[in-house]
């Protein structure tokens, strides 16, 4: 069973860089058993997705992110990380690494989060 | 894109009493649906994938149903750990997939 478990700071001030790292275990990243996705939830409203990484080096990001975004791997360290510069009030959210199982998506063509981290918030405000 | 919408935002169950959640697609996304519970402070679990297939070890009393549009997550005899937030989310069209707004089920 993989887990996830997001860190970071709580708080981030206007125009500055938000930074967040995901630890997994259970699993490797450099297994490649899983697409590495970031999730974000401002209060009171939906999920967004931010953006998936893999092993391999894919990267795709929201468009609407995408300016001001980054996904990496430290597969040394089992972590995935998130920078999303320039931030703003509207970034306040609940930021959520979650794992989408390869082979689901490649046999089944499904793309649904088989697992989730806790999830971290992150308030932007000076 | 796909806009999933979620009713009731809020729904009272008395314990033992059924539940049934409603999740509707502005526009066929096939079987290609999930549910997902998130329970207060906890990470968001995946409960059921193609529409009614149940994730491993999730209970029996879960059951989701439907097909193109029109999606049914039923709870057969709520029980007081089933308090929690539950979301839909299509994939016919991903990545990334996009998510209801969630229900809340709570013990009346």
């Known amino acids: 069973q993989v887990q996830l478990q997001e860190s970071g700071p709580g708080l981030v001030k206007p125009s500055e860089t938000l930074s967040l790292t995901c630890s997994v275990s259970?699993?490797?990243?450099?297994?490649?058993?899983?697409?590495w996705t970031w999730i974000r939830q401002p209060p009171g409203q939906g999920l967004e997705w931010i953006g998936y990484i893999y092993n391999s080096g894919s990267i795709y990001y929201n468009p609407s992110l995408r300016s001001r975004v980054t996904l990496s791997l430290d597969m040394s360290r089992d972590q995935l990380s998130l920078r999303l510069t320039s931030v703003t009030a509207a970034d306040t959210a609940v930021y959520y690494c979650?794992?989408?199982?390869?082979?689901?998506?490649?046999?089944?063509?499904?793309?649904?989060?088989?697992?989730w981290g806790r999830g971290t918030l992150v308030t932007v405000s000076s | 894109e796909i806009l999933m919408t979620q009713s009731p935002a809020t729904l009272s169950v008395s314990p033992g009493e059924r539940a049934t959640l409603s999740c509707r697609a502005s526009q066929t996304v096939t079987s290609k649906l999930a549910w997902y519970q998130q329970k207060l402070g906890q990470a968001p679990r995946l409960l059921i994938y193609g529409a009614s297939t149940r994730a491993p070890g999730v209970p029996a009393r879960f059951s989701g149903s439907g097909s193109g549009t029109d999606f049914t997550l039923t709870i057969s005899s709520l029980q007081s750990e089933d308090c929690a937030i539950y979301y839909c989310?299509?994939?016919?069209?991903?990545?990334?997939?996009?998510f209801g707004q969630g229900t809340k089920v709570e013990i009346k």
């Open positions: 979650a794992a989408v199982n390869v082979d689901t998506v490649v046999t089944a063509h499904s793309w649904y989060y088989e697992f």
């Open positions: 989310q299509q994939y016919n069209k991903w990545p990334p997939g996009t």
């Open positions: 259970g699993d490797s990243i450099s297994s490649g058993d899983y697409y």
